[in-house]
């Protein structure tokens, strides 16, 4: 099987524009554009912030020491060696930015969709120089090791820009067996500005990216493959670089967690992709006997309608049932 690459840190159209991070000192929980244009903080309490669910971030290297993650994240797996082995491996550089600011999306305190989960971080992607690899049967494995360890949610913000993941039966395979035990498995639509043409498989929810504006941004994938949008951000690239901090401010994109219990801000479908597996703890949450389907329908009989974008924009508020304040 041929790995799976993605560059790390690369252009932002790639995966990830990662901002300058913000002062250490821990921030109380924080308003932004992103959490207000899916009307999350009306349906948070509701929710019970998704305390006593498991959320599985399967991505590289997390910082479970994040004092934005308060002590939730478990030790999780490293499943790049063949089988999943506890702990996550050798902290190379592989993912430790982009993995610590999707799980943050999900589990942070601070600007978290669901600030109460429980993380499960489940390592299958490691470093190959500057890019990170990994293969359908990692990705597999990692989506079996997290449904035997009680996740009722697994984000895998990996792309089908990574070479040959969407077109894996492996991973179609491992998603069906997850939604027959009754996980709700997200996967990120991808950056290309193209139809998407992978599949995961009819059990997958797939999320498009929007800005700010509400729109699909400019670099997501969509159309008949997508399942959803959430918010992802849209950088401007005017006066600078594509990844470069002046393009990603915290108007424009999103802010979560950076390793060593920092904050930085970042675009892609990888930080949309979050958003949804939050309102899916939610929904856990709310209702703990919920079924995968409930939850599914939840989210996508809720959302607003929007091009491209599946069932459309999700609405946390309506998916939970809250009467707007």
């Known amino acids: 099987m041929a790995p799976l690459r993605r560059a790390l840190l690369a252009a932002l159209l790639a995966g990830l524009a990662l901002g300058v991070p913000a002062a250490t000192a821990a921030l109380a929980t924080q308003s932004t554009w992103h959490g207000r244009q899916i009307k999350v903080y009306d349906a948070q309490t509701a929710g019970r912030h998704g305390q006593g669910v498991?959320?599985?971030?399967?991505?590289g290297w997390i910082d479970r020491a994040h004092p934005d993650f308060?002590?939730?994240a478990l030790q999780g797996a490293d499943c790049t060696g063949g089988s999943c082995v506890a702990g996550q491996g050798s902290n190379d550089h592989c993912g430790q930015d982009h993995?610590?600011?999707?799980?943050?999306?999900?589990?942070?305190?601070s600007f978290g969709m669901a600030g109460r989960v429980t993380l499960l971080p489940v390592?299958?992607?490691?470093?190959?120089?500057?890019?990170?690899?990994?293969?359908?049967?990692?990705?597999?494995?990692?989506?079996?090791?997290?449904?035997?360890?009680?996740?009722?949610?697994?984000?895998?913000?990996?792309?089908?820009?990574?070479?040959?993941?969407?077109?894996?039966?492996?991973?179609?395979?491992?998603?069906?067996?997850?939604?027959?035990?009754?996980?709700?498995?997200?996967?990120?639509?991808?950056?290309?500005?193209?139809?998407?043409?992978?599949?995961?498989?009819?059990?997958?929810?797939?999320?498009?990216?929007?800005g700010p504006s509400g729109r699909i941004a400019d670099y997501s994938q969509y159309g008949a493959g997508v399942s959803v949008a959430a918010p992802g951000g849209q950088p401007t690239t005017t006066g600078c670089?594509?990844?470069?901090?002046?393009?990603?401010?915290?108007?424009?994109?999103?802010?979560?967690?950076?390793?060593?219990?920092?904050?930085?801000?970042?675009a892609g479908t990888s930080m949309a992709a979050p958003h949804v597996s939050g309102v899916?703890?939610?929904?856990?949450?709310?209702?703990?006997?919920?079924?995968?389907?409930?939850?599914?329908?939840?989210?996508?009989?809720?959302?607003?309608?929007?091009?491209g974008a599946g069932a459309g924009l999700v609405d946390a508020r309506a998916a939970l049932g809250v009467r707007a304040p």
């Open 70 to 72: 308060g002590g939730r």
């Open 123 to 210: 390592r299958v992607l490691t470093a190959d120089g500057a890019e990170c690899i990994g293969t359908a049967e990692h990705v597999a494995a990692g989506i079996r090791y997290a449904v035997q360890h009680g996740a009722r949610v697994l984000n895998l913000s990996l792309g089908p820009d990574i070479g040959g993941i969407g077109a894996s039966t492996t991973i179609a395979t491992a998603v069906h067996e997850a939604a027959a035990a009754g996980a709700v498995v997200v996967f990120s639509a991808g950056n290309a500005a193209k139809p998407v043409s992978q599949t995961y498989g009819s059990d997958a929810l797939v999320v498009a990216a929007t």
């Open 241 to 266: 670089a594509a990844g470069e901090a002046e393009c990603c401010t915290r108007s424009l994109c999103i802010t979560s967690l950076y390793p060593g219990g920092q904050y930085a801000v970042a």
């Open 54 to 59: 498991t959320v599985a971030v399967l991505d």
């Open 280 to 307: 899916a703890a939610l929904l856990f949450g709310q209702s703990p006997g919920r079924s995968r389907q409930s939850v599914l329908d939840r989210i996508t009989g809720t959302a607003h309608p929007l091009a």
């Open 99 to 109: 993995g610590t600011h999707v799980a943050g999306t999900v589990a942070s305190s």
